[in-house]
């Protein structure tokens, strides 16, 4: 008599291998740019600009040149999120065998990579709500204005027509940096933004171009990051724009992101709801931005 085996299923080994958190693209801008902390709901830039009139020397007093001392608002938008987790759902799945003996689960059995998958999902939604938050939208963008709509929105920023393509980014870009205010040609803070998508034809577009060989790069581009040729200029790739048709130069110090505390982000609530019998998650924080001077911009669209 043969083996008769129809009415098993054939066995997979789902404790084998360890549970993998999806990989998320991080933010980091916030890294790059200034943060204003402690505002529960609006606080302001404040700006100082001399206008300078020199005069011939002599006696006399001719009074001329003025001081100017200006303000720009970042409004921060409270942002929360609340996640429940029934624990009992785990018990007829293979992480039944990652939970403690008995019937009162109170802890997540992979609370490590539970905290930690969260923490980069807060990282990667932050960099594209600073860059492409609007609220005249839909969906979780819809919560705050980013800098695009800010830039969008303001006659004072230096607007440049440029194209994305392989066979054009690269004078694009160029563009972009002959249009700098002279004020600040010399910062050397300045930085080009645009997103992953954007930064791999124009590296790309370098290479093609048998500029693969130069070196003005701080990292040659390992970390996203370029220095334009013969420019004092960074390229940096950020989450927050991909898919998005904007390059964004400026001196990365007059970009502002405004927030409560940043460790909000960060140092969020896991715990057991003994009412409700289900772990939660809480995450809430405030963040808006704004930037200091609009004729410092150069937005490329």
């Not at 098993?8 to 789902?14: N, P, V």
């Not at 700006?47 to 007093?61: E, I």
């Not at 998958?117 to 969906?139: H, M, N, R």
């Not at 800010?150 to 230096?158: I, N, P, Q, R, T």
Request: with cysteine; aromatic share 10%.
């Amino acid at each position: 008599m043969s083996l008769n085996v129809s009415a098993l299923t054939a066995w997979t080994d789902e404790h084998k291998l360890d549970l993998i958190a999806k990989s998320v693209l991080k933010g980091r801008t916030i890294d790059m740019i200034n943060l204003q902390s402690g505002i529960k709901n609006a606080a302001t830039i404040n700006t100082l600009n001399s206008v300078v009139d020199f005069q011939a020397g002599g006696c006399g007093w001719s009074e001329a040149g003025t001081t100017v001392l200006s303000q720009r608002t970042i409004t921060v938008c409270p942002i929360k999120l609340n996640e429940s987790t029934c624990l009992d759902t785990l018990e007829t799945y293979y992480t039944s065998k990652m939970m403690r003996p008995g019937s009162y689960n109170e802890d997540i059995p992979f609370a490590q990579l539970f905290a930690d998958e969260k923490a980069a999902q807060v990282s990667s939604f932050v960099d594209s709500l600073i860059w492409a938050g609007d609220t005249s939208t839909s969906g979780d963008l819809s919560l705050c204005d980013g800098f695009i709509k800010l830039m969008d929105a303001d006659a004072s920023v230096v607007d440049v027509n440029v194209t994305f393509t392989a066979g054009t980014i690269i004078a694009s870009v160029d563009a972009m940096v002959a249009a700098v205010p002279s004020d600040v040609i010399d910062h050397d803070d300045l930085t080009l933004f645009m997103g992953y998508d954007k930064y791999r034809v124009y590296a790309k577009a370098l290479r093609d171009a048998n500029l693969f060989h130069y070196t003005g790069a701080e990292n040659q581009g390992q970390d996203f990051s370029q220095v334009v040729p013969g420019t004092n200029v960074k390229v940096v790739a950020v989450k927050g724009l991909n898919g998005i048709a904007r390059f964004v130069l400026t001196p990365a110090k007059n970009l502002y992101v405004g927030v409560d505390m940043l460790s909000d982000m960060e140092d969020f609530s896991i715990f057991y709801s003994a009412d409700n019998d289900e772990v939660r998650t809480r995450i809430k924080f405030k963040i808006g931005v704004n930037y200091a001077f609009s004729d410092f911009v150069v937005l490329g669209a």
